[in-house]
């Protein structure tokens, strides 16, 4: 919260929305504009969807828990913007992350692109247009990767990936990035219907998606999904799809 303070200093409030999802001690702030207090968990996903769909303001920045702003990060937004214009979206590194390189993200297959570009950094805190994470509240309000919600989103809305930093991580996301999923038994129907609707998606994804090293890599982490959630049926589907 001081973080957003300093970043905001001389700008207009902003507004700050709290999702807490299902967690075990409230935030208690008077700086916190909406308090949303989810009674399951559901994923980062399904509670920045629906943090975003109580924004008043053309843009939101997706600020995890683990994540502060740095100083000067919303003028570097502004600027980035500025020299960029017309986009839905903005990735923006982490202190320590800077490149070089910047990515225009117009197609899925320049998602596909990016996402496997060794080249590019580890970690990207996102600026996204509020009404289009509110189209996908219903569909996505599942246990949804990220990497699904923003490949539904790239295949209608644009992005521009700066190498510039906005944010300091508290982990290392370079670690954090090379870890092992970690993979345990998930035996609830929420995680089921997570497993199937990430599936569902996938099917349809894999029609647009030119890329086979992403096809090869997602249908592995799924065929673990669904093993792991005791979901046979989508187990069988994506054993069964062909690219």
Not at 65 to 71: C, F, G, I
Not at 182 to 196: G, P, T
């Amino acid at each position: 919260m001081n973080s957003i303070d300093e970043a905001f200093k001389g700008k207009e409030k902003p507004e700050i929305i709290v999702v807490e999802d299902a967690s075990d001690e409230a935030l208690k702030d008077s700086r916190i504009t909406k308090h949303i207090l989810l009674e399951k968990n559901g994923g980062p996903v399904r509670a920045r969807l629906i943090g975003a769909s109580e924004a008043s303001y053309e843009y939101v920045i997706l600020l995890d828990s683990d994540d502060t702003l740095l100083e000067d990060s919303v003028d570097t937004i502004e600027e980035v913007r500025r020299n960029h214009p017309n986009f839905d979206l903005y990735g923006f590194t982490f202190a320590g992350g800077e490149s070089s390189i910047d990515f225009e993200i117009k197609t899925i297959n320049d998602y596909s692109d990016f996402v496997i570009y060794e080249g590019r950094t580890s970690d990207y805190m996102m600026i996204v247009k509020s009404n289009v994470l509110r189209t996908f509240t219903i569909s996505h309000s599942y246990r949804i990767s990220e990497i699904w919600l923003f490949s539904s989103i790239f295949l209608k809305h644009t992005c521009f990936y700066s190498g510039k930093s906005i944010f300091f991580y508290h982990q290392d996301a370079t670690e954090q990035l090379s870890k092992k999923r970690d993979f345990r038994l998930k035996c609830s129907s929420y995680e089921r219907q997570s497993v199937s609707k990430s599936v569902e998606y996938f099917s349809a994804f894999i029609l647009k998606c030119q890329s086979q090293s992403l096809y090869k890599a997602w249908r592995k982490r799924l065929i673990k999904e669904s093993i792991l959630s005791f979901n046979y049926r989508a187990l069988i589907e994506i054993l069964c799809l062909k690219k």
